[in-house]
């Protein structure tokens, strides 16, 4: 289908999506894991055929193991849908009513956004989930996902469709775009006429991409270049448990830290104990000139260049910086951060308050690992994202973060003096 | 100054301004007001400079109008710096708190954005309003004005920056580009790095070059192409009283209506009615072809286009459909509408609520004028624009528009299993 009639046809349906009850929704989105478990056959001849082509491209490894399916992930993508149709629907909610002095009554009430584009990557799993998110919040997708998956994504989408299909719910609640050019994609992001926002899930690179190109609003998910400072007061057996956490439970996530700040009263005792604790995992410390000295002569410590204290590595490294104060250490790290999720490490309340007011960052902790910044672990029950922009949502995006609102008023005549 | 040094120093403090007391920000607003009243002369002189440079570049009477600076102007501007410091300040509102089964503690707490830029035309009212309700907001501003209002506006932003000055606030909490070529503009709209969001204010031109061009998030402001609706059980009276008001009261406002839909079984008798009403202000009626007939030999009656159905006109025009039921009306207005206000007019309790559920726009009426859409009219205190788009903010923006929130996480040492 023609980009822009694919993208009008899903604008034209975005009011009966908008307003379906809540029990139909339902409905569709269990018919839909069923239907995607009566399919699996083809969606993994479909996938089988993509990850076919990319052996054939050199694919890495890593990339082709996210592109996979087998039963046991189609049954896990299945499950997903299930999920979040047990969740609450946020459409509807009164956020707040007034009545003014004139007698208008004023109610603010969460409404869906309409249409919504997803650009992702190689990971097929993404178009069902979407779907099942984007569906629930009454809103239209539209899926652009990597030229890789075509295929698997093709099928999942057939598989989908249906459901809505037997539901007598139109099939334009959720459209693929099967063309696999670039130029596609960015006429796609031009699509303000038909397309209420994009959110893009990815690397750094597509997330620029879209930023850079897109006129439609984006909400920018993404990098986490996450750090724990370490003051003076810090509970050493707490700080060494959490740097752990943090840094290796996964290491490709955007809320694992990649960056140590330390104060230099501490410095000489917990850094050794530090590197100690993360040798089994060969983690390499690239110091500034401070910390060189005081891990100097152990394997894999280097010094950093400015450049390290910018980087989300996603790998087994860290950065350290010994600072002599905690306004140096805030300064470090609201001038380095990418706006995710900070820690600091502390028995001082006045200093754990500063730290929490004065960082710039979507999720501010104490005492914690960063690793919990994650919409399940918020309790929101379902992610889309963690948003490193300040409009619209910050942080764990759940459900919500695919609303807006609409005033409604009341009047019984009046008109403006 | 440089535009990439102005954005990296006005960056710099945003710290600083987000975190200072209500009561040193109101100090500041009210000295700031007293510093435009004392420093009158001088951007009187500036303003007359822009005036001369205007005359002679032939500015059409209503843009001299607008750029026009005298006593009581100034004291209006002052004014209103007053009046942001009357409003309660939304900083540090705690907008949910909860305790996860793992004991960690999540409060989400509202905050500043950062930097706001500002880009509007020749309105040198709108340098000092945009200080004033960013400042509150404990938000830095960079202003990009309209080149010929320049001269005033670096007087209005000088006289700003001495009341920052005396309070030892950082004087780059408001920062004027006074570079006036396009080329800075569009740099400017590149500047994500430093600039959180940006508000463009003015005419459709100005907004749509923004939309399209920055890469930095935009609340977009904007067109209204507003509609009455008239159903079969309308009353008469409050029917004319609206029409007559949200038309006429003013015409060059986003918020007045452009467009009439009328239900056939009403049209002939109503239709008239409305016209006659109408008539002393010599409003223009673009009628479709049922309602050509009903006013057909009257004067200032013509065809429409399709076009006229889209056009927010600020003139004395008004498009004229009739249909034949309410989803008709309910389809034609979201088809044509700019998803900004909307009237029903009817004694049908159930119709009304599936207007109100079915138009996607930011403000639905029943019973009442369109006029209503305004901060003040809602009681928000203040108004830094009515935001036609759904994400972050939709519908008249007060102060809340201008924060955001971030989470903060209390831990006790917590890692994540």
Redesign the interface.
């Known amino acids: 289908m023609e980009l822009e009639v694919l993208c009008s046809r899903t604008h034209d349906v975005?009011?009966v999506i908008?307003?379906l009850s809540t029990e139909v929704k339902n409905r569709v989105l269990h018919d839909a894991a069923k239907s995607i478990l009566a399919h699996q056959d083809e969606i993994i001849a479909a996938n089988a055929v993509d990850l076919e082509n990319g052996r054939n491209n050199q694919m890495p490894q890593g990339l082709l193991d996210r592109l996979m399916l087998n039963p046991s992930r189609i049954a896990a993508i299945a499950d997903g849908l299930d999920q979040v149709a047990g969740l609450n629907d946020p459409l509807g909610e009164i956020l707040s009513e007034?009545t003014?002095p004139n007698g208008?009554i004023?109610k603010k009430v969460r409404v869906s956004?309409?249409v919504v584009g997803m650009i992702y990557e190689a990971r097929p799993n993404v178009s069902a989930d979407a779907f099942g998110l984007c569906f629930k919040t009454g809103n239209c997708v539209i899926l652009k996902g990597g030229k890789d998956a075509i295929h698997s994504n093709i099928a999942i989408v057939n598989a989908i469709k249906e459901a809505l299909k037997i539901n007598q719910i139109p099939e334009d609640a959720v459209n693929l775009i099967t063309q696999t050019d670039r130029e596609t994609t960015t006429q796609f992001m031009k699509m303000?006429q038909f397309v209420?926002?994009l959110i893009p899930r990815g690397g750094a690179g597509l997330i620029s991409a879209v930023?850079?190109n897109s006129?439609i609003?984006?909400?920018?998910t993404g990098t986490g270049n996450c750090h724990v400072y370490v003051d003076e007061s810090a509970?050493f057996?707490?700080t060494l448990?959490?740097i752990?956490?943090?840094k290796t439970?996964r290491i490709g996530v955007c809320n694992a830290i990649e960056s140590l700040v330390i104060h230099e009263s501490v410095a000489n005792e917990i850094l050794p104990q530090i590197y100690n604790r993360l040798e089994p995992y060969h983690v390499q410390f690239r110091c500034d000139e401070k910390s060189l000295s005081i891990l100097s002569g152990k394997e894999n410590v280097i010094a950093a260049t400015e450049e390290d204290f910018g980087k989300e590595y996603l790998d087994y490294i860290l950065s350290v910086k010994i600072v002599d104060s905690i306004d140096e250490a805030i300064a470090h790290i609201?001038h380095y951060n990418t706006g995710h999720s900070e820690t600091i490490m502390t028995e001082d309340s006045e200093h754990a308050d500063k730290f929490?007011?004065?960082i710039?960052?979507?999720?501010?902790?104490?005492?914690?690992?960063t690793?919990?910044?994650d919409g399940n672990?918020?309790?929101f029950g379902a992610e889309i994202g963690i948003s490193t922009?300040?409009?619209?949502a910050?942080?764990?995006m759940g459900l919500e973060a695919l609303t807006?609102?609409?005033?409604?008023?009341?009047?019984?005549?009046?008109?403006?003096p």
């Open positions: 975005k009011n908008g307003n007034t003014r208008l004023l956004i309409g303000n209420d926002v930023v850079n006129s609003p984006v909400i920018e509970d057996e707490k448990n959490i752990e956490n943090a439970q609201n929490m007011k004065e710039d960052a979507a999720c501010v902790y104490h005492n914690a690992s690793r919990f910044s672990e918020f309790g922009q300040k409009l619209h910050r942080g764990p807006s609102y609409k005033y409604l008023i009341f009047g019984d005549g009046q008109v403006r």
